[in-house]
């Protein structure tokens, strides 16, 4: 992959203070943009801003919670124009049985991780569009579709993610702004660290058994991996990719990236 020049944008990381967000906010300031590294945990990135900084390239953090509309409206009158946006915030919990699940979490879960999405294209693409030069990617996940017990909010916020993803490229085709979802595969992060801690009564024995064995068989990818998959869709080679799903563990997607496929 040739690394994109993205000197004189401006991109927006959500959920930017550890992670996949992290390593994505980096290399996206490693090719020259300035990034607002956001999140709730101000601590967190604060860090990852100064670690930009640190190596020479452009960064701010602002604080944000994603599933408030007004937190989405003060980072993009903050952050000015926005070039690139990537919608990667997301939370796993509540991991419940539907019939034990608590409603207020369950809705909670589906602003963090699917109204935040709406919220946060509908303040950066009008802007976008005048430009006519935007980048949008959107995080899922397999479970979108590969679907686990005792996930139902993730995955129907997942789901919805990637209609909307859809829609949307659909709204913006041939303006010069592109829209695409990617599913990470299963990556080394806190969200697999509470994924693992989660208990049979939540989902199940044969899962917590699942998961609990990925660190030892070697099955974890690092945070880098998808932050290269989404770098790329930031590239000109992907400059006619929208409304796709791409899913790092398809060999030929990893390929295209310069990785080799997990197996699993
Ligand atoms: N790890 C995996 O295996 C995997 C697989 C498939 C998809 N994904 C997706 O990848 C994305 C990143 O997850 P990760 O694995 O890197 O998890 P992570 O390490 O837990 O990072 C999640 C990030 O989202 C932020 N966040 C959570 N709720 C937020 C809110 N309400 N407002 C603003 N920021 C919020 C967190 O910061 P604060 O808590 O400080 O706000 C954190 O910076 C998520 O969309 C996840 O669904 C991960």
Known sequence: MRRPDLRDKTAIVTGSGRGIGRAAALKIADCGARVIVTARTENQIDAVAQEILNQGGDAKSIRADVSREADVHQLFEAAGNVDILVNNAGVIWPIDLLANSDPAAWRQSIDINLTSVYSTMREALPGMLT??????????????????AGWSAYSAAKAGVEAMTSVAAREVADSGV??????PGIVDTELQ???????????????VERY???????LLRPPEH???????????????VNGELLVLDDPDVAAR???TPMGR
């Open 193 to 207: 660290v509470e994924i693992r801690s989660s208990s049979e009564e939540q989902f199940t024995s044969e899962n």
């Open 226 to 240: 998808p932050a290269s998959l989404i770098l790329w869709l930031l590239s000109p080679e992907a400059d006619n």
């Open 131 to 148: 430009r006519g030069w935007g980048r949008i990617v959107n995080v899922s996940s397999g479970s979108a579709r590969g679907t686990v």
């Open 178 to 183: 592109t829209i695409n979802a990617v599913r």
């Open 257 to 259: 990236v310069g990785l």
């Open 212 to 218: 609990r064995s990925y660190p030892d068989r070697g």
